[in-house]
């Protein structure tokens, strides 16, 4: 089983900066496939960004593109996303999900643990 624990949601104004961490506990394996995903109100929850626990290869939304950047730190077993530039449309509920699997996906059935998320709102 794989335990994940996200922190760092919060208030921030337009053109701010965030970062999310997700703690991880249980079986982190070399062969796991890390992803941050969100969804606003009313909305489906997305795909935002991934990234291979090993390799470090990564994949990210086009909407988040050049302002996301998803990483890792092995050691600690903490996934982050750090966020720039932040809009008003970033405004969601802040989800890390993880897959044993090195294929980068982004759909999120395809993932098979999910923390409890935190929430993030951009003021314009």
């Known amino acids: 089983q794989v335990q994940l624990v996200e922190t760092g949601g919060g208030l921030v104004q337009a053109g701010g900066s965030l970062r999310l961490s997700c703690a991880a506990s249980g079986r982190i394996f070399n062969s796991y496939t890390m992803g941050w995903f969100r969804q606003a109100p009313g909305k489906e929850r997305e795909f935002v960004a991934a990234?291979?626990?090993?390799?470090?290869?990564?994949a990210y939304a086009d909407s988040v593109k050049g302002r996301f950047t998803i990483s890792r730190d092995n050691a600690k077993n903490t996934l982050y996303l750090q966020m720039n530039s932040l809009k008003h449309e970033d405004t969601a509920v802040y989800y890390c999900?993880?897959?044993?699997?090195?294929?980068?996906?982004?759909?999120?059935?395809?993932?098979?643990?999910w923390g409890q998320g935190t929430q993030v709102t951009v003021s314009s």
């Open positions: 999900a993880a897959r044993p699997s090195l294929v980068i996906v982004t759909t999120k059935n395809e993932y098979n643990y």
């Open positions: 990234i291979r626990w090993t390799v470090g290869s990564t």
